[in-house]
């Protein structure tokens, strides 16, 4: 199991995605509120400072485990990439920048990451929805995405 999972929410507490924390199946599918948290809190408070703050956190808490295995810090890598753009930033000065203060053995994944122009919520297993908080972003159920799991890796 990986270190992130079970950190609490952007917000200090669990949240109805608790649900997926501790799960490790797969492409470890169960990656904990704390990603879409983060992202949905930035993005409905207009805060790309928010963001950077909770991608950097993730990238230093959980080094480790993307060290295992790259394809899943690129899927938890995807929301915060889709909310970065919605923020009306440039997702590659972004996550370049991330990268600059993050984890050096991480620093070239985060930095090509950014640069992606593939990364979407239909290939990277997750969706914006509204509700009556306001855009929720969640995880969708891993049935429903034909296929995308394999190409998740392939192109950076």
Same mark, same amino acid.
């Given at each position: 199991m990986s270190l992130y999972f079970g950190l609490p929410g952007a917000n200090g507490r669990r949240t109805r995605n608790s649900a997926l924390c501790g799960t490790d199946t797969g492409a470890n &599918?169960?990656?904990?509120?704390?990603? $879409? *948290?983060? !992202?949905? *809190?930035? &993005? @409905? @408070?207009?805060? +790309? *400072?928010? $963001? /950077?703050?909770?991608?950097?956190?993730? &990238?230093? #808490?959980?080094?480790? #485990?993307?060290?295992? *295995?790259?394809? %899943?810090?690129?899927?938890?890598?995807?929301?915060?990439?889709?909310? !970065? /753009? @919605? $923020? %009306? $930033?440039? +997702?590659?000065?972004?996550?370049?920048?991330v990268a600059e203060e993050g984890p050096l053995a991480l620093a070239d994944m985060v930095r090509s990451f950014g640069e992606r122009a593939d990364v979407t919520p239909a290939a990277f297993g997750f969706r914006l929805v509204m509700s009556p908080e306001g855009a929720t972003y969640e995880w969708? %159920?891993? @049935? !429903? &995405?034909?296929?995308?799991?394999a190409k998740w890796g392939t192109s950076s």
């Open positions: &599918l169960g990656y904990n509120a704390y990603v $879409l *948290d983060v !992202a949905t *809190d930035a &993005l @409905r @408070r207009n805060s +790309p *400072d928010l $963001l /950077r703050a909770g991608l950097l956190r993730l &990238l230093e #808490e959980g080094q480790l #485990e993307w060290l295992k *295995d790259r394809r %899943d810090l690129l899927v938890a890598m995807a929301p915060f990439h889709d909310c !970065a /753009r @919605r $923020l %009306d $930033l440039d +997702p590659a000065a972004f996550f370049a920048a969708v %159920d891993p @049935r !429903a &995405l034909s296929g995308n799991f």
